[in-house]
């Protein structure tokens, strides 16, 4: 939705997805999954597995699907531009302590940070409270937030989409989420 | 359906392969090697084949086709995998604004289908205790009916009640039905010759050889097949319009 493959600039539809050990990075294999199914040429970078075997089994399937795993990022910012459409951050979901962000995270950020392409971050844009947007943090364009947009969002400036379309009603009207109406069957609404 | 087609236009010759359809032993072959060696898990297809059901239902009977007062639909589950996938599609078409009423006569014991179940409680969707065999009930409060009862493994030569009874009130029906992979009590390879006639057949993944005789509105369901198994069993599945996750076959 926010880049169409027609849009995409490089010669190949490449995008970089960048996953963390838990949830956020769960979300983030079975998303290069589905770029794959939708005929883009993701390619994850995954430093640190988790040993939950939910994980290891998205991992095995994004493996199966021929989806390339890069052994490490480079630092060299401009590879990273010239190879890549735009990156995917799927590093650290609303549950992640931002404030105590260990290697290789806190690395892969200082990159990020320095990249030319675009950045679109699941949920929650990596190093960023969940509750207040990050003074020095990345900065990315789009920001695809699950189920209900966090409090850090509201600061958020970028292209903004609520995504997934399965809450039920019950919990809805209990924390009074008030969401946006979908459009059509679509799974997930611009905001 | 034939999909052979040479375009002269192209520089070469560009030739299209037919849709395989699959046999019982192949479909189960299939499932088997996406749960063992890509790692899939049982709820993740079955929440993959279920949201793109209810896809294919919208597809098929828009809200604003339906001629009933209320957009009723009736999902009638079966005890196993075919059954939770109907509840799956219940729930996702409920998030659609249709209103599905489910019919689940025999549970299974099974974790996973009882979660499904729950999932459907908890969405406020009602659950039938009976089904009228008055069929002129059946018409008037539903627009149409979701066969979710049997799959490619179910032994149609073998149908016990209250499915047989079941297909009975569905042979008689006046409504439209839509079949999820298989309509039940046909076998997987043949169409049966007095089974019920649904209206629309929704094949998950590859459709079924019985499918070769259906003359409704079919549908190809799920875009979630790895490439390699695609080409191991040489499926030629056809392209997907865009991002949809089914195609109008």
Request: proline share 8%.
């Amino acid at each position: 939705n926010a880049y169409p493959l027609g849009s995409l600039t490089k010669k190949q539809p490449t995008v970089l997805v960048i996953c963390g050990p838990d949830q956020n990075g769960s979300i983030g294999l079975v998303c290069a999954r589905h770029l794959r199914m939708f005929e883009y040429e993701p390619t994850i970078y995954h430093p640190k597995r988790s040993s939950h075997s939910l994980h290891q089994d998205f991992t095995v399937q994004c493996e199966k699907m021929d989806i390339p795993f890069l052994s490490y990022l480079p630092t060299e910012v401009q590879l990273i531009n010239d190879a890549y459409n735009l990156v995917i951050d799927a590093m650290m979901g609303p549950e992640a302590d931002c404030a105590n962000i260990k290697e290789p995270y806190s690395g892969i950020l200082v990159t990020l940070k320095q990249i030319k392409i675009p950045i679109a971050s699941v949920d929650v844009p990596s190093g960023w409270d969940v509750e207040e947007r990050s003074q020095d943090g990345i900065n990315p364009k789009v920001l695809i937030s699950l189920t209900a947009p966090k409090k850090c969002a509201t600061s958020f400036t970028g292209k903004h989409f609520l995504a997934g379309r399965f809450l039920p009603y019950d919990i809805q009207k209990k924390y009074e989420l008030n969401l946006p109406d979908f459009p059509g069957t679509d799974c997930l609404v611009e905001l | 359906m034939d999909k052979m087609n040479h375009s002269s236009a192209e520089a070469e010759a560009e030739t299209i392969e037919p849709l395989r359809y699959l046999s019982k032993g192949e479909a189960a072959a299939i499932e088997t090697e996406l749960l063992r060696d890509y790692r899939f898990g049982q709820q993740q297809l079955i929440e993959i084949w279920g949201q793109a059901c209810a896809l294919a239902i919208t597809k098929a009977y828009p809200l604003g086709s339906l001629t009933k007062k209320q957009p009723t639909v009736l999902v009638i589950c079966g005890p196993d995998q075919n059954g939770s996938i109907g509840l799956v599609c219940a729930r996702h078409l409920r998030m659609f604004e249709y209103e599905p009423t489910i019919y689940h006569p025999k549970r299974s014991s099974h974790s996973l289908h009882q979660d499904f179940t729950v999932q459907c409680e908890k969405m406020d969707i009602p659950f039938l205790s009976y089904l009228p065999t008055e069929v002129q009930l059946i018409n008037d409060a539903y627009n149409l009916v979701i066969d979710a009862m049997m799959g490619p493994e179910a032994d149609c030569a073998n149908i016990k009640e209250p499915y047989s009874g079941i297909l009975v009130t569905l042979k008689q029906i006046k409504i439209p039905i839509a079949s999820v992979d298989v309509p039940s009590g046909w076998d997987v390879e043949e169409r049966s010759q007095d089974g019920i006639n649904p209206k629309v057949l929704i094949s998950l993944t590859a459709p079924k050889k019985c499918a070769t005789s259906f003359t409704g509105k079919h549908f190809l369901a799920g875009r979630f097949l790895p490439y390699d198994i695609q080409k191991k069993y040489e499926l030629n599945l056809p392209d997907f319009p865009g991002t949809d996750c089914l195609v109008e076959l």
